[in-house]
């Protein structure tokens, strides 16, 4: 994962998921939107550091890397606070916990 980093995105570290959009259209209502790709040792370590399922973390990682192929960042705070709520939501339509807690504005 870190070697894909390094190429693709000019990062020298490991992480638990990366995205890359394709956005090709295949057919009536069909496009493929791109590829993940997901580090299992990163995304089971990172379920015992949060104290979430493993299910649940591959859940979420699937999530958010698919909201990234959809255009969605987290550049910014504002970019971040809209990503995280989506997030939560898709999460907790599949019976998932949050695995974002917000603050109140």
Not at 3 to 17: A, C, D, E
Not at 66 to 74: A, E, M, N, Q
Not at 80 to 104: A, D, Q
């Amino acid at each position: 994962m870190k070697n894909i980093n390094l190429k693709y995105r000019g990062k020298n570290k490991s992480t638990n998921i990366l995205s890359f959009k394709f956005d090709l259209f295949i057919n009536k209502n069909q496009t493929l939107l791109g590829d993940l790709v997901l580090c299992k040792k990163i995304i089971e370590k990172e379920s015992l550091k949060y104290q979430k399922t493993l299910e649940s973390r591959w859940a979420h990682m699937i999530i958010h890397g698919t909201l990234h192929l959809l255009g969605y960042d987290h550049k910014n705070k504002k970019e971040k606070k809209i990503m995280e709520k989506i997030e939560n939501k898709i999460m907790l339509f599949l019976n998932y916990e949050k695995p974002y807690f917000m603050k109140s504005s």
